[in-house]
Antibody, heavy 124, light 108 residues
Framework: QVQLQQWGAGLLKPSETLSLTCAVYGGSFSGYYWSWIRQPPGKGLEWIGEINHSGSTNYNPSLKSRVTISVDTSKNQFSLKLSSVTAADTAVYYC??????????????????WGKGTTVTVSS | SSELTQDPAVSVALGQTVRITCQGDSLRSYYASWYQQKPGQAPVLVIYGKNNRPSGIPDRFSGSSSGNTASLTITGAQAEDEADYYCNSRDSSGNHPGFGGGTKLTVL
């Protein structure tokens, strides 16, 4: 059974860079995209970006200028960096596995395995 | 913005049927996936594709789609189904995933 374990700094000052890593245990690293999602306190889910095993990335346009997602296939890990953080970046950050498929007649995408979440607080 | 719209809150009597909807232009081309989130926990996938349930998800959860609207139906809602529910699909460009704003389900 695939499990995701995530870690990283939980308290940052404004202008610092958020850095989180997610390790994949118990399953194949290829064949999926690996995603980051965040949830501000009391609010909904926001997709940040994703990467596949070959390093192909896809970012939320609203965050693209500050986000870098990278992959280390030798360790089955992927990482998130978000630069120049502000209080608005305070959130629980989740990593997740993203799969896809095709049913006649539509494509579909889903996130079926999630990490437990890391609370990141930005405060001076 | 993912441009997926959900009702903020829905309630259902215990044992009754409830439908949670998600509207967006991208749903004319992509199926939605649905996630259940309880307080302090990570989201859990409950429906994906045309109407697929991951292992361990009760069969009282089902999904459907028509036009620009995707629906999650819970037939015979249980107290443990009280949670926030999020739909997920692509944005209108089809290039990026996005989530609806979420629906808080209360089981009365």
């Amino acid at each position: 059974q695939v499990q995701l374990q995530q870690w990283g700094a939980g308290l940052l000052k404004p202008s610092e860079t958020l850095s989180l890593t997610c390790a994949v245990y118990g399953g194949s690293f290829s064949g999926y995209y690996w995603s980051w999602i965040r949830q501000p306190p009391g609010k909904g889910l926001e997709w940040i970006g994703e990467i596949n095993h070959s390093g192909s990335t896809n970012y939320n346009p609203s965050l693209k200028s500050r986000v870098t997602i990278s992959v280390d296939t030798s360790k089955n890990q992927f990482s998130l960096k978000l630069s120049s953080v502000t209080a608005a970046d305070t959130a629980v950050y989740y990593c997740a596995r993203r799969g896809s498929g095709y049913d006649p007649y539509y494509y579909y995408y889903y996130m079926d395995v999630w990490g437990k979440g890391t609370t990141v607080t930005v405060s001076s | 913005s993912s441009e997926l719209t959900q009702d903020p809150a829905v309630s259902v009597a215990l044992g009754q049927t409830v439908r949670i909807t998600c509207q967006g232009d991208s749903l004319r081309s992509y199926y939605a996936s649905w996630y259940q989130q309880k307080p302090g926990q990570a989201p859990v996938l409950v429906i994906y594709g045309k109407n697929n349930r991951p292992s361990g998800i009760p069969d009282r959860f089902s999904g459907s789609s028509s036009g620009n609207t995707a629906s999650l139906t819970i037939t015979g809602a249980q107290a443990e189904d009280e949670a926030d529910y999020y739909c997920n699909s692509r944005d209108s460009s089809g290039n990026h995933p996005g989530f609806g704003g979420g629906t808080k389900l209360t089981v009365l």
